[in-house]
C-alpha cells in the first residue's frame, strides 16, 4: 500500500457525461500527478499540482481539467466523455515537486 | 520532444535467472525513475535514480546520466518480478514522459 488513495475504483458512465475522480496524496506529500494509461497510448502524464497550485502540464485535453484543494487531496474532472477516454486513471504523490512518485491504485473509467 | 526507449520490448526467463532492461532517452533529463507495474495494475516505485547507482536486494539500477540511459538488474527472479517495468524521465519544465515499458515473465 503506497498511501495514495483513489476514488471510485471503477467507474462506468456514457458519452457526452462528466465525472470526477478524486485523489488523497501520501501524508506529508504536497505534490499530486495525474496520469492516464490506456492500450494504446501507454501511460501519458496529463497535469502536476504543488502545494496547491498547478506546476506541469503534459498531454491533458481542453475538456479535461484538474485543482488541488487547501487540504492538498486532488480532484480530475473529465468532461464531454468519449469512447476514447476509456482508461486507467492514476495519481501519484511526492515530497517535493520532481522527487520520487507513489502512485496510487487508480481508477478504471469505462464510457459507454 | 524527447524520447524514450525501452528494450527489449518482452522478455521471457526461468525462474533463478538473472535479466538487464534498458532505458534510452534523448536528452537531458531532470531526474529517472522505474517502476514496476504488477499483474493487477498497481504501479510501484523501484529506484528513484538520475545518476549513479543503487541497489535495492536482488533489484540494484545504474543511470548514466552522460550517456543518457539507464539499466535495470534483475538477479535471482522469481515469478513475483513477472510484470510491466517502466522508465520514466522528468525533463524541462518538469513533463515527465514514461517508455512503453519492458513486459517480463518470469516462468516458475
Redesign the interface.
Given at each position: 500500500d503506497s498511501g495514495v488513495t483513489q476514488t471510485p475504483k471503477h467507474l462506468i458512465t456514457a458519452t457526452g457525461q462528466r465525472v470526477t475522480l478524486r485523489c488523497s496524496p501520501r501524508s506529508g506529500d504536497l505534490s499530486v500527478y495525474w496520469y492516464q494509461q490506456s492500450l494504446d497510448q501507454g501511460l501519458q502524464f496529463l497535469i502536476q499540482y504543488y502545494n496547491g497550485e498547478e506546476r506541469a502540464k503534459g498531454n491533458i485535453l481542453e475538456r479535461f481539467s484538474a485543482q488541488q484543494f487547501p487540504d492538498l487531496h486532488s480532484e480530475l474532472n473529465l468532461s464531454s466523455l468519449e469512447l476514447g477516454d476509456s482508461a486507467l486513471y492514476f495519481c501519484a504523490s511526492s515530497v517535493e515537486p520532481t522527487g520520487p512518485q507513489y502512485f496510487g491504485p487508480g481508477t478504471r473509467l469505462t464510457v459507454l | 520532444g524527447i524520447q524514450v526507449e525501452q528494450s527489449p520490448p518482452d522478455l521471457i526467463l526461468q525462474e533463478g535467472a538473472n535479466s538487464t532492461l534498458r532505458c534510452n532517452f534523448s536528452d537531458s533529463v531532470?531526474?529517472l525513475?522505474w517502476?514496476h507495474q504488477n499483474p493487477w495494475?498497481?504501479?510501484?516505485?523501484l529506484f528513484?535514480i538520475p545518476s549513479g547507482t543503487k541497489q535495492n536486494g536482488r533489484l540494484s539500477a545504474t543511470t548514466v546520466a552522460t550517456e543518457r540511459y539507464s539499466l535495470l538488474y534483475i538477479s535471482s527472479s522469481q515469478t513475483t518480478d513477472s510484470g510491466v517495468y517502466?522508465c520514466?524521465v522528468?525533463f524541462g519544465?518538469?513533463?515527465?514522459?514514461?517508455g512503453?515499458?519492458t513486459r517480463l515473465h518470469i516462468l516458475p
Open positions: - | 531532470n531526474n525513475q517502476f495494475g498497481q504501479l510501484i516505485n528513484y517502466f520514466a522528468c519544465d518538469d513533463k515527465i514522459i514514461f512503453k515499458g
